[in-house]
């Protein structure tokens, strides 16, 4: 088994550091004043300001619209006519019987991005305070960090952390033992959030289970807030940081053969980092070239859902998973903290899947070629 790799303290005062200097900066403005030009980009006080992915969300949502309406919009007509029907929906907002005054814009100090937009004028939690919090948390439950990372452009603090004492085991899979641990993660306008954090000893992948049941979200520092999340954080502690149902997931996804929509997701998560050689950690291209022999050399989204890989759901995860804890000491790579954190992230999303593409498919129990060779009932009926 691997040995997991702690931060050292010096690491931990760099990165603590660098965690307060990302402060969100946050300003109240009417919203009338605020123009979309994009989805990247609005106007303020005729100043041009990048905008991120987020941020274009929390608008859509503030104003009522769906990110798939504003999709298809798009496509029905263009982007430029897209920014003007937002503008409208924002301006009938602030008319005189509209129900919105103000917005709050989210700045990242680093990036210069607007990284949310939210109706309300206290947004989030600081970093001085996510970090206060964790700290006390860390201590006291004798956690050590993995990972710890600050983006650079979203302004997302996550913070991976295991307590070595905390191990289990997955029944009906050999091999496969865990410790548990803690993901925190602040993010500037959605607030504090803990989650399931496991790590497999066989290889010391690190996984974060966003989707976890254990998961919560710290909003505001009222009260009945931090009540609530040092509950759910005790009996996460309580279940030996082991997530509800994670043994069953690991023995869904060990015996379920990952399609190729779930594998391409996964290799496009790592191939920005070190290009075709992500077939050593998702031999994506081995099994694409398996379909093009077999003629299919330009498959949908729902082709490439109903195709069938050579590798399980587990062994994609894990081979994401693997690249983001080990990946800077094999290969030459352009991975950042912030990268491997956010990969973890991702690996656990497919992981938590409610349903893997080809978990409930029902297995062919007649010969490939029975279309052939048998007689088609209806079709002689005349």
Known sequence: ??????????????????????????????????????EKTLEYNGHLLNM??????????????SQNFSNKFEKLFNAEAKAQFIN??????????????????????????????????????????????????????????????TDPISGIVTINTFNENAKFEVGGVENEVFTGGVTFKNTPTAGMQVLPYVNRLW????????????????????????DKFFNNLDTLRKNNYAPAGFGDRVRTASNTRASLLEMRNAYNQIHPHIGVKA???????????????????????DQLRGAKTNQSVWSVVNGLTHFATHSQNLVDTNMTSSNETDMMIKAGTMFGKKVYDNE???????DTNILN?????GALLN
């Open 1 to 38: 088994m691997s040995q997991i790799i702690t931060l050292g303290s010096n690491v931990i005062e760099q990165r603590k550091e660098q965690t307060l200097n990302a402060q969100s900066l946050r300003k109240v403005v009417p919203f009338r004043d605020i123009n979309i030009v994009n």
């Open 52 to 65: 991120t992915t987020t941020a274009f969300k929390n608008l859509l949502g503030i104003i009522g619209m």
């Open 88 to 149: 409208r929906m924002k301006d009938a907002m602030t008319s005189n019987r509209g129900s919105l005054n103000e917005v709050t814009l989210v700045v990242n100090p680093i990036s210069k991005n607007i990284v949310g937009i939210s109706n309300k004028t206290s947004v989030g939690i600081s970093n001085g305070q996510f970090l206060q919090m964790t700290e006390d948390i860390i201590n006291k439950q004798g956690l050590d960090v993995t990972n710890w990372s």
């Open 203 to 226: 290889c010391a992948n690190g996984l974060t289970t966003s989707v976890a049941e254990e998961s919560h979200t710290l909003y505001s520092l009222d009260k009945d807030n931090i």
């Open 279 to 301: 077939e050593s950690w998702i031999p994506l291209n081995e099994n694409m070239a398996k379909y093009e022999a077999a003629g299919f050399t330009e498959m949908t989204a």
């Open 360 to 366: 409930n498919m029902m297995p062919d129990v007649f």
């Open 373 to 377: 060779n048998t007689i088609q009932t």
